[in-house]
């Protein structure tokens, strides 16, 4: 095989709210088609579609480089934000990158969104590879801006925390000041032997997105696209090039291309999926499948005799619970959870006993009769026939996951118990994506294309309010939407 000329090493996916397009799995596709060996995804101060990412990336044979853009402060410039691009070179760069997105998480939110100050680069500084930025970095601002004087400073500060480990990146992608940039960067990369890296700051696919991509930037940012307000940050080439096309865009920087392999070359991370990490429920000297059991058996026995009363009744019921007990917990100590059973066991009697509300129990879980003996669900599977199965299934090998309902007030003491008990380093929430509605997509679009509200509210209303419903499916032949918008070249737009 050829050896690569070219690699991308800063690309935005749909992972990144603000200016994002493409989904992971079409850039990889595409990367593959294109036969490129690898690939970074540089979301914004986030690396929520790196397990799609790494899993799509490995199944299509390109290699996943993790890494993230991020909006940066520093005392040279006051309170002005520049960016930077962070590559992780290894796994020990990986867990830096993770304490870079957090610490900017839980400092909270500028005008663009969280950000970090340069010095935590170097508090987090191993494993990391960094691009300048271009531009929009520190030495570009002020490169740009003609201040030579803070141009060094900001060199020197790089030169000394990472040797080797910083790119003056270059991009051409037809927008202002990038020219001017460049060549100010070269000669400045051949004064102080400072490295360059090309890269072309992707935002889409294919060229004929852009139009797309600027709906998406001006929906968020409450403009419409004729606005002369607002601004024009992107250009219609921030596409995946081919590796053709950027060899030739740079033939006069071959060591621009040649670098961007040799970062990819660099960048080794391995991120174990499929694999579980819980934290270990304190037990004493008992081994965490006995300890469920003697749990389970215990707390059957407390249900029993609340559900019957009478000894007779209960020694008639009991053969069906106790055969039922037996078989969840053969099937939950066979796949592993003991310890997740235990762990929801615990948090929630905690939670009642701090007089945090608990809800009964609602999912599949429901139909677990050791969540009931150990307390966990409110409601008993056998009387309502709720199948375990649908909850836990050794054919279908998954983590289960119990819904739990906390009284929104307490949740928090709830979260924190958690993580005293288990350690900090083993407890966070989930995030939550929100996607647009079609019939919404239709309204923001429409206004931002500029159409009055009465038409844009009509050809919303030929939208069917079903859940799940997508632009595509009234579009069919034959639907009601398709013959409407046939009519007008407007609605076609």
């Keep these: 095989m050829a050896e690569p000329r070219f690699v991308h090493l800063r690309v935005h996916s749909d992972y990144s709210m603000i200016d994002g397009l493409a989904k992971t799995g079409p850039l990889v596709k595409k990367a593959a088609a294109l036969g490129m060996p690898a690939l970074a995804i540089t979301d914004f101060t986030n690396l929520c579609g790196l397990v799609k990412f790494y899993g799509a990336g490995h199944g299509a044979g390109i290699k996943p480089i993790v890494g993230a853009d991020f909006h940066v402060q520093c005392d040279l410039l ?28 839980q400092r909270g939110y500028g005008a663009l969104g969280p950000w970090i100050d340069r010095d935590w680069l170097v508090e987090h500084q191993e494993g990391l590879i960094l691009l300048s930025g271009a531009r929009k970095g520190d030495v570009g601002v002020c490169m740009t801006r003609g201040n030579a004087a803070l141009v060094e400073q900001c060199v020197d500060f790089y030169e000394e925390h990472f040797p080797n480990r910083y790119y003056l990146e270059l991009i051409r992608t037809g927008r202002a000041d990038e020219e001017t940039y460049l060549h100010a960067a070269v000669q400045l990369a051949e004064e102080r032997g400072l490295p360059v890296v090309a890269t072309n700051d992707v935002r889409f696919l294919e060229t004929g997105d852009f139009d797309a991509h600027e709906i998406r930037v001006a929906i968020h940012d409450g403009f419409t696209l004729d606005d002369p307000k607002r601004p024009r940050n992107y250009s219609p080439q921030q596409y995946m090039r081919s590796e053709d096309e950027m060899c030739e865009l740079f033939s006069d920087l071959p060591e621009a291309l040649e670098n961007s392999v040799e970062i990819a070359k660099r960048c080794n991370v391995t991120v174990r999926l499929g694999e579980y990490f819980l934290p270990q429920f304190p037990t004493g000297e008992m081994t965490t499948e006995d300890f469920l059991v003697l749990k389970s058996k215990e707390g059957l026995e407390e249900r029993l005799e609340f559900l019957f009363p009478d000894e007779a009744e209960r020694k008639e019921k009991r053969p069906e619970y106790d055969e039922r007990l037996e078989i969840e917990l053969q099937v939950i100590n066979q796949m592993g959870f003991p310890g997740y059973f235990l762990i929801v066991m615990e948090f929630i009697q905690w939670s009642k006993d701090n007089g945090v509300p608990v809800g009964p129990g609602r999912g599949s879980g429901a139909g677990s009769l050791v969540a009931y003996a150990l307390k966990i669900t409110d409601l008993d599977p056998l009387e309502f026939d709720l199948l375990f199965e649908r909850f836990l299934n050794p054919e279908r090998v998954s983590m289960p996951d119990f819904d739990v309902d906390f009284c929104m007030e307490k949740r928090d003491q709830v979260i924190e118990h958690v993580a005293d008990m288990y350690g900090r380093d083993a407890v966070s929430q989930i995030i939550t994506f929100g996607t647009m509605a079609a019939k919404a997509v239709i309204r923001d679009v429409g206004r931002v294309l500029g159409h009055p509200y009465g038409f844009v509210d009509r050809i919303s209303k030929l939208v069917p309010p079903d859940p799940g419903m997508t632009l595509a499916k009234p579009l069919k032949p034959n639907r009601s939407c398709r013959k409407s918008t046939k009519l007008t070249k407007r609605s076609r737009r």
Excluded: K, M, P
Excluded at 78 to 105: F, K, M, P, W
């Design 78 to 105: 006051g309170d002005e934000l520049t960016e930077i691009t962070v590559l992780a070179a290894d796994n020990a760069g990986y867990q830096n990158l993770t304490l870079l997105i957090s610490r900017a998480y």
